[in-house]
């Protein structure tokens, strides 16, 4: 069964640095999302993503954030510069494909900000 | 703006028990997802209502979609331990298939025998 996968699992970096969080969505999908989740809390809505553009983007997803789909297979999530508050773990999702209503939810990197 | 209440937060069940976990929201919202979230890993996809009345059943979990009332339930029945995990509930924040989700805060279910 087809499924969303994200690289890398765990991510440690210093404040201050860039990152780049990588998400392969399913294949036949239209429409990729960003989520993230601070430890013990609710999901929150980052970015989506449609027809190479953003479509829809949270409070959250500030100057900071940026989406790329480089190459019509990856989909990336960039931090330029990271704060400790962004560590949490980061869901890519992706939705929109033939005789699908939901959103399939990636491993999740996991982001830690020292 | 859509906004997704879950009650109860916490929830902890003999097993063989039934119990009833609420999701309201604010807006109309096309449809109400139900995920479930084992710790340390990924959201699983549970049931997508996409209209009034809806009703969805998957083993043990029936979830159910009242859009007039704005309120979908997970109804559990005969509850077993492999059913402990968090239960979230999100709307879609704007029509059409694939609006962005908006997620309650998730309800912790805790099955014991």
């Known amino acids: 069964e087809p499924e969303v996968t994200q690289t890398p699992s765990h991510q440690v970096t210093q404040m201050g640095q860039e990152v780049i969080l990588r998400c392969v969505p399913i294949?036949?999908?239209?429409?990729f999302y960003w989520y993230r989740q601070i430890l013990g809390q609710k999901v929150e809505f980052l970015v989506s993503?449609?027809?190479?553009?953003?479509?829809?983007k949270s409070e959250i997803f500030d100057d900071q954030f940026s989406v790329e789909r480089p190459d019509g297979s990856n989909f990336t999530l960039k931090i330029r510069s990271t704060k400790l508050e962004d560590s949490a773990m980061y869901f890519c999702?992706?939705?929109?494909?033939?005789?699908?209503?939901?959103?399939?939810f990636g491993p999740g990197t996991r982001l830690t900000v020292l | 703006e859509l906004k997704v209440e879950q009650n109860p937060l916490f929830l902890s069940m003999q097993e063989g028990k039934n119990y009833t976990i609420y999701c309201n929201y604010s807006?109309?919202?096309?449809?109400l997802y139900w995920y479930r979230q084992d710790p340390g890993k990924s959201l699983e996809s549970l049931f997508v209502?996409?209209?009034?009345?809806a009703v969805k059943q998957e083993g043990r979990l029936m979830a159910s979609l009242d859009t007039k009332a704005r309120l979908s339930t997970l109804h559990i029945t005969a509850a077993v331990h492999d059913l402990s995990a968090t239960y979230f509930c999100?709307?879609?924040?704007?029509?059409?298939?694939?609006?962005?989700?908006?997620f309650g805060k998730g309800t912790k279910l805790s099955v014991k025998p």
């Open positions: 999702a992706s939705g929109g494909g033939a005789g699908t209503d939901t959103q399939y």
């Open positions: 294949s036949n999908h239209l429409y």
């Open positions: 993503f449609y027809n190479n553009e953003i479509s829809e």
């Open positions: 807006t109309t919202s096309d449809r």
């Open positions: 209502l996409l209209s009034n009345g």
């Open positions: 999100a709307g879609a924040n704007y029509g059409g298939s694939q609006g962005n989700l908006i």
